[in-house]
Nanobody, 114 residues
Framework: VQLQACGGGLVQAGGSLRLSCLAS????????MGWYRQAPGKQLELVAT???????NLADSVKGRFAISRDNAKNTVYLHMNSLKAEDTSVYYC?????????WGQGTQVTVSS
């Protein structure tokens, strides 16, 4: 199983980024896919999830600014990040979950300069 996340980088506050996560080795369409993040010295936190049926859940801290989507034909999940803030600076991890069986990607760094 591989979850390859990409799209991170350095962006100014107020800017936008789109993260992508390409999954292989799983039946992508049946998995709930998610994005988590961890800032230095802080705990891992949920950012957004999307179920196999397309239902989404976003953390309160990113509602109205971030969106999650998936393309089952491409085995890819996206995190669309707008109006980025300095506090969004973190390593972002992709996650797959099917009935409790989880997989994690390697993480991609997002740095927002204020």
């Amino acid at each position: 199983v591989q979850l390859q996340a990409c799209g991170g980088g350095l962006v100014q506050a107020g800017g936008s980024l789109r993260l992508s996560c390409l999954a292989s080795g799983i039946i992508f369409s049946i998995n709930t896919m998610g994005w988590y993040r961890q800032a230095p010295g802080k705990q891992l936190e949920l950012v957004a999830t999307i179920t196999s049926g397309g239902s989404t859940n976003l953390a309160d801290s990113v509602k109205g600014r971030f969106a999650i989507s998936r393309d089952n034909a491409k085995n890819t999940v996206y995190l669309h990040m707008n109006s980025l803030k300095a506090e969004d600076t973190s390593v972002y991890y992709c996650n797959s979950n099917w009935r409790g069986a989880e997989n994690w990607g390697q993480g991609t760094q997002v740095t927002v300069s204020s």
